[in-house]
């Protein structure tokens, strides 16, 4: 039997290696060359920027990209004969596994963050902190994040809330300790996929942000070493909590605030790279990239997102350490892209290397997620392996991590599974344990493709009413995201919805819009394919090819059915 590997254990120091020196501006502790002060331990700056003993970890690295596990319509179903992944009808009549509705890609969530790990080591150079050394005192907050002890967390983090409000020192320091804080508590909880939860602090964190650019940092320097701490500057504090509400919409399903928000991230560094070179601005740009691609590939803009996914290869190439931190990302990037475009032995392939590439396990247990809904798609082709993927990441039993939104989609990839299977029983209760997470953390997009495929099960069944009630309620939720998969796949069920229910005015509504978003697919998934860029779905080795040959037309599945 073929056997995928473990997921990876939490191994913080192998992904951002190298030490971070400190360095004294104008009288203040600020950014090494790519790294963010550790404010915990109570270590701060006492002497010269060679010998002060000031905790530095590099820029938290996320992946984020999103989950391709979507939905798909039951075997043996006769009509019309879909494109999969781009959702284009072709009138043949023939009876193609799973083909009586467009199936189009579904991303779910966001690529799991990549905040907490990071590699912390002593200024000038000195070992890193040990086991032995974390079992002398508690372990800060950022440290327990890495290394996954997250029921740890968030007792020690509402400490440390309290410890910052109480602190009396230079406003503008007090609002940059609130705003390191509050980064680390939203990430956690977007790290633990709880969208809903991190709203308060998410907001507060704005807030604070707010507050901290209207503060002068011309004030009198005080006298106590330990008040001349800075862990970053304010503009860079900026971008960074554009990236964490970007991170919070991807997960939430409000892809025109990710993209708002991203536009404005991307305008503030262009700005900042200007004047300043530091490499975690760089960083700063391949994380918002990755969201960007994300919302095109969700919206039904491929070819524009293939084009921002050859300039995060382009950024990579100008840094080594860039790439390193990035790849598996930049690789399941392309596994998604490969899944819209119905090139699935690409995506196999994309989706194969960024799991060898990844040592993340929220990553891991996320490609695989996806890597199984390419099997599913595929039938009988892999059985095998489809089934061993299936028991490493069953939420029933020993799912690999602890994130709600990743074991949600877990429920969801199951669903599928047995829907495919005819076993519609089965599907239902994996979808009905979906739609209880993701509603309990407003896991819209979840939601969404959840209803759906629901809708899509009481209509094979027979039970026209309650799949009207699945479906109506996916449409206007997938309007609201957007999602173009899900609004296609959501109309036309309606059009079969009506038409079997005598409904000849909504049933002609409903083909009018399935058409129209049929049209816009197919015209994007050509666009997509013509573009040299394409040709990077098959590099799975080695860095980013420096030129792209120029396509001749869609080298896909496409032509053929249509």
Same mark, same amino acid.
């Given at each position: 039997?073929?056997r995928?590997?473990e997921?990876p254990?939490?191994?913080?120091?192998?992904?951002?290696? @190298?030490t971070i $020196?400190a360095q004294? =501006? %104008?009288g203040?502790w600020?950014?090494?060359e790519?790294? #963010?002060v550790w404010?915990? /331990?109570?270590?701060?700056?006492?002497?010269?920027?060679?010998?002060?003993?000031?905790?530095?970890?590099?820029?938290?690295?996320?992946?984020r990209?999103?989950?391709?596990?979507?939905?798909c319509?039951?075997?043996g179903?006769?009509?019309?004969?879909?494109i999969?992944?781009?959702?284009?009808?072709?009138?043949?009549g023939?009876?193609?596994?799973?083909?009586?509705?467009?199936?189009v890609?579904?991303?779910?969530f966001?690529?799991p963050?990549?905040c907490?790990?990071?590699?912390s080591?002593w200024?000038? @150079?000195?070992? $890193?902190?040990t086991? =032995? %050394?974390?079992?002398?005192?508690?372990?800060?907050?950022? #440290?327990?994040?890495m290394? /996954?002890?997250?029921?740890?967390?968030?007792?020690l983090?509402?400490?440390?809330?309290?410890?910052?409000?109480?602190?009396q020192?230079n406003?503008?320091?007090?609002?940059?300790?609130r705003?390191?804080?509050?980064?680390?508590?939203?990430?956690h909880?977007?790290?633990?996929?709880?969208?809903?939860?991190?709203?308060?602090?998410?907001?507060?964190l704005?807030?604070?942000i707010?507050t901290i650019?209207?503060?002068?940092?011309?004030?009198i320097?005080?006298?106590?070493?330990?008040d001349?701490?800075h862990?970053?500057?304010?503009?860079?504090?900026?971008?960074?909590?554009?990236l964490?509400?970007?991170?919070h919409s991807?997960?939430?399903?409000?892809?025109?605030?990710?993209q708002?928000?991203?536009?404005?991230?991307l305008?503030?560094?262009?700005k900042?790279?200007?004047?300043d070179?530091?490499?975690?601005?760089?960083?700063?740009?391949?994380?918002?990239?990755?969201?960007?691609?994300?919302?095109r590939?969700v919206?039904?803009?491929?070819?524009?997102?293939?084009?921002?996914?050859?300039?995060v290869?382009?950024?990579?190439?100008q840094?080594?350490?860039?790439?390193?931190?990035h790849?598996?990302?930049l690789?399941?990037?392309l596994?998604?892209?490969c899944?819209s475009?119905?090139?699935?032995?690409?995506?196999e392939?994309q989706?194969?290397?960024a799991?060898?590439?990844?040592?993340?396990q929220?990553?891991?247990?996320?490609?695989?997620?996806n890597?199984?809904s390419?099997?599913?798609?595929?039938?009988?082709?892999?059985?095998?392996?489809?089934?061993?993927?299936?028991?490493?990441?069953?939420p029933?039993?020993?799912?690999p991590?602890s994130?709600?939104?990743?074991?949600?989609?877990?429920?969801?990839v199951?669903?599928?599974?047995?829907?495919?299977?005819?076993?519609?029983?089965?599907?239902?209760?994996?979808?009905?344990e979906t739609?209880?997470?993701s509603?309990?953390?407003?896991?819209?997009?979840?939601?969404?493709?959840?209803?759906?495929?629901?809708?899509?099960?009481?209509?094979v069944?027979?039970?026209?009413?309650?799949?009207?009630?699945?479906?109506v309620?996916?449409m206007?939720?997938?309007?609201?995201?957007?999602?173009?998969?899900?609004?296609l796949w959501?109309?036309?069920?309606?059009?079969d919805?009506n038409?079997?229910?005598?409904?000849?005015?909504?049933?002609?509504?409903?083909?009018?819009m399935?058409?129209?978003?049929?049209?816009?697919?197919?015209?994007d998934?050509i666009?997509?394919?013509?573009?040299?860029?394409?040709?990077?779905?098959t590099?799975?080795?080695?860095?980013?090819?420096?030129?792209?040959?120029?396509?001749n037309?869609?080298?896909?599945?496409?032509?053929s059915?249509?």
């Open positions: 039997m073929l995928w590997p997921p254990r939490p191994d913080y120091p192998s992904l951002f290696q @190298g $020196p004294q =501006r %104008d203040k600020r950014l090494g790519m790294g #963010l404010w915990m /331990r109570g270590r701060v700056p006492t002497g010269s920027a060679k010998t002060s003993p000031v905790r530095h970890a590099v820029a938290p690295q996320m992946p990209s999103s989950c391709m596990a979507g939905p319509p039951p075997a179903f006769r009509g019309k004969t879909q999969p992944g781009c959702g284009i009808c072709a009138e043949d023939a009876a193609w596994a799973g083909a009586a509705y467009s199936w890609p579904a991303w779910l966001t690529l963050s990549r907490q790990q990071s590699h080591t200024a000038g @150079g000195q070992q $890193p902190c086991r =032995r %050394d974390s079992a002398r005192a508690p372990l800060p907050p950022q #440290l327990l994040l290394e /996954r002890k997250l029921q740890e967390v968030h007792p983090l509402t400490l440390c809330g309290q410890i910052v409000e109480n602190w020192g406003p503008i320091q007090k609002e940059s300790l705003v390191f804080f509050l980064v680390l508590q939203v990430t909880y977007l790290d633990a996929g709880q969208v809903k939860s991190v709203k308060p602090c998410l907001k507060q704005q807030q604070c707010q650019s209207t503060l002068h940092d011309d004030e320097l005080p006298s106590n070493p330990a001349l701490f862990w970053l500057p304010k503009e860079h504090m900026c971008v960074l909590v554009y964490v509400t970007v991170m991807m997960q939430a399903g409000y892809l025109e605030k990710a708002k928000y991203t536009d404005k991230a305008m503030q560094l262009e900042l790279k200007m004047l070179c530091s490499p975690i601005l760089s960083s700063f740009q391949v994380i918002l990239l990755e969201h960007i691609i994300m919302c590939l919206t039904g803009h491929k070819a524009t997102a293939l084009q921002e996914i050859s300039q290869c382009q950024l990579c190439q840094s080594p350490r860039l790439f390193s931190n790849a598996a990302q690789h399941t990037l596994g998604l892209y899944v475009v119905n090139c699935m032995d690409n995506a392939a989706f194969t290397t799991l060898r590439l990844t040592n993340h929220e990553l891991w247990a996320f490609i695989v997620t890597l199984a390419v099997y599913i798609r595929e039938g009988n082709r892999h059985q095998e392996v489809l089934y061993s993927l299936l028991e490493r990441i069953n029933d039993h020993s799912f991590v994130s709600h939104c990743l074991r949600a989609a877990a429920f969801y199951r669903g599928l599974f047995s829907f495919f299977q005819g076993r519609y029983n089965e599907a239902k209760r994996f979808l009905r739609l209880k997470m509603n309990a953390e407003d896991l819209n997009r979840l939601t969404a493709c959840s209803l759906v495929l629901l809708g899509h099960i009481f209509y069944l027979g039970n026209h009413r309650e799949s009207n009630n699945m479906v309620p996916a206007q939720l997938a309007s609201k995201i957007p999602d173009m998969s899900v609004q959501s109309s036309a069920l309606l059009r919805l038409k079997a229910c005598g409904n000849a005015m909504d049933a002609h509504e409903a083909a009018q399935h058409q129209n978003f049929s049209q816009q697919l197919l015209q998934h666009e997509a394919c013509s573009l040299p860029e394409h040709n990077l779905i590099w799975t080795d080695g860095p980013p090819p420096l030129q792209f040959q120029a396509q037309g869609p080298n896909t599945s496409l032509a059915l249509l």
